[in-house]
């Protein structure tokens, strides 16, 4: 395929499936995106998106408008259900070991800005698709749509946890399995609310609270529950039930959310992974390839890692394989272990950890950073991409 006259077809509207299909426009692709949903609108709420994601998006020219309209994360640190720091996290030591900040914005606002990138009519909404024949080197594949077929020389699968491309491409392989825990997300304005942001560890259950540059407060929890589990009176019933007597802010994010402003999701990953990231002339990308629990904040950041390393490899699928299925691997088994230590349930083992953790903060921020090594200073496969300049009044 010649990346000038090729066309491709993206499965899937969301944050990765975007991007790729800004990096194949500008490579010179004519690409279609089909979704699904009737809009562009993503199901969820924030996404903290780390330096090696930014430095992806420096590439399609996105990076500093991204940085400039998110909330740069400041000093914070992990605390007790009670209130007590177990560690205090320095914003500073984290933009200079990995060269860059860590920035939270609402998703729609990375799906706007991303849209805004692809040419009129790229994107077609209300349009579920199909994979009809993945092609080959002799063959173009060939999606399916209520509207027809559609021939492509590339076609990116971007459909999800559940994606039926990945099904069709490779039927032997066990999918996706429950991770033992579930979610909830809020993002709520929540008047008068001053502080750091945090993450709160209690027995089998966490909590984070962070601020938004717009003035909401974006809230998420996790704890342990099974499959499919919900609560009879309503997902903020819940959430009191669960948190309603854990620090401040806490009580106050959850005084001031609606019923209908809490999203629950059972949170599901895959544990076998893929033998390849792509076959014929298809490939996989973001959760439809490797799937992770959410305790590195890296799910969409690899999604658009891979949007970026896939329009630099588009004319060799191996490539992008052999690039991206060893990182996004450990990657997605790291944070599997840190949802088991986030989680623990027995309080001898909790104790040890929060002594742990309390030692290494004591020691210094740079030994609590080291678990970020090798992901969040990852650099894209081609330049340009921006320094790690912090703009003024960001900061």
Not at 129 to 158: F, I, K, N, Q, Y
Request: glycine share 10%.
């Amino acid at each position: 395929m010649s990346h000038t006259t090729g066309r491709a077809v993206v499965i899937g509207g969301g944050i990765g499936g975007l991007t790729a299909a800004a990096a194949l426009h500008q490579r010179g692709l004519h690409v279609t995106v089909l979704e699904r949903a009737v809009s562009l609108e993503p199901v969820g709420a924030a996404i903290s998106l780390a330096p090696n994601s930014l430095r992806a998006l420096d590439v399609i020219g996105l990076g500093d408008e991204i940085r400039d309209l998110a909330a740069w994360q400041e000093d914070g640190g992990l605390r007790t259900p009670g209130g007590r720091w177990l560690s205090r996290s320095s914003a500073d030591a984290a933009a200079e070991r990995f060269g860059g900040p860590l920035v939270l914005l609402h998703r729609s606002t990375l799906v706007t800005s991303l849209a805004a990138l692809l040419p009129p009519d790229t994107v077609r909404t209300a349009a579920p698709a199909t994979l009809a024949d993945p092609g080959d080197a002799d063959r173009p594949a060939r999606v399916s749509t209520p509207d027809g077929e559609l021939e492509a020389d590339l076609v990116v699968a971007a459909d999800g946890i559940r994606s039926a491309a990945r099904r069709s491409l490779f039927p032997e392989h066990p999918g996706a399995v429950y991770s033992g825990f579930t979610t909830w997300r809020i993002v709520v304005p929540v008047p008068g609310a001053e502080f750091a942001s945090h993450e709160t560890w209690g027995r089998g259950r966490i909590w984070g609270t962070h601020p938004l540059k717009d003035g909401r407060v974006y809230a998420y929890a996790a704890a342990l529950a099974p499959a499919g589990a919900r609560a009879s009176d309503g997902e903020r019933a819940e959430l009191l039930r669960r948190y309603g007597d854990w620090h401040d802010p806490i009580p106050a994010v959850l005084a001031a959310a609606r019923p209908e402003d809490v999203l629950r999701h059972d949170v599901h990953h895959l544990a076998q992974p893929l033998p390849a990231f792509h076959r014929g002339r298809v490939a996989l990308l973001g959760d439809a390839a490797h799937a992770m629990p959410p305790m590195l904040g890296q799910g969409g950041n690899q999604a658009i890692e891979d949007a970026i390393v896939l329009a630099a490899h588009c004319d060799d699928l191996a490539a992008y394989t052999a690039a991206r299925l060893p990182r996004t691997t450990a990657i997605a088994r790291q944070s599997v272990k840190v949802a088991r230590m986030n989680l623990m349930s027995s309080r001898a083992a909790i104790a040890v950890r929060n002594t742990a953790i309390a030692a290494l903060s004591k020691a210094g921020p740079a030994l609590l950073l080291r678990s970020f090594d090798s992901i969040a200073d990852w650099r894209p496969p081609q330049q340009p991409y921006a320094s790690g300049r912090t703009p003024a009044g960001n900061r």
